[in-house]
């Protein structure tokens, strides 16, 4: 009797670990954003389908009340009624889709412009004060970015959450990438 009681036990550690495992790994991939540069090819109610500019990879986006549609040169809001099949832009959305075909996914952000030098959408996962400015870890935890204080005046209040909308000339090659921002939107 006592080996069955240590086995139940030992089952249902291993369990309880194999849950907790999988609720983090969940979690994380929340906070993942994916991108893709393309054109929009229908618009449904609260739908928006975009096709990769460069395959022929399409994705149908959720839009929200919470996503963001943004102009990418300025970083200003554009109203959903302004959006139009055809119109060129990049949507950042969840890493977590559909089996569908298209693809469904919920839109964080639609950045209206031809890609160039247009702004990039990220999630802030970790924050560091530096001197003159913050340096933070998007949610991806492939890229690095300097906002000065020069460059952004509230950048001393991003905090881990926040979402932004950033430009910048390049990246160093690093892992994570590390870059300055030359202009900076904190969206929330």
């Given amino acids: 009797m006592k080996k069955f009681r240590i086995l139940l036990m030992m089952v249902l550690c291993l369990a309880f670990a194999s849950t907790a495992a999988f609720a983090a790994a969940a979690n994380k991939a929340v906070d993942n954003v994916v ?3 393309g054109q929009i090819v229908s618009i449904n109610d609260d739908m928006i389908t975009i096709k990769d500019t460069n395959s ?8 929200r009340w919470d996503t963001e549609i943004l102009n990418g040169k ?5 109203d959903l009624n302004r959006l139009h099949v055809g119109d060129e832009l990049t949507a950042y959305y969840s890493s977590i889709s559909t089996r569908s075909l298209p693809p469904q996914s919920r839109a964080y952000a639609l950045v209206m412009g031809d890609g160039q030098h247009d702004g990039i ?6 924050v560091d004060k530096v001197k003159n400015g913050v ?4 949610t991806n935890e492939d890229m690095f970015v300097t906002i000065p204080e020069n460059v952004e005046d ?4 991003l905090k ?9 000339d390049f990246v160093a090659m690093s892992m994570p990438g590390q870059a300055t921002a ?5 969206l929330d």
Avoid: C, R
């Fill in 56 to 63: 022929d990879n399409t994705v149908a986006l959720i839009v």
């Fill in 35 to 37: 991108s893709m540069h």
């Fill in 135 to 138: 340096k933070f870890l998007n």
């Fill in 182 to 186: 030359t202009k900076a939107v904190i």
């Fill in 121 to 126: 959408y990220m999630h802030v996962s970790k």
């Fill in 160 to 168: 881990q959450g926040d979402k932004v909308l950033v430009w910048y």
């Fill in 154 to 157: 509230d950048a001393k209040e």
């Fill in 74 to 78: 300025n970083g200003e809001d554009v």
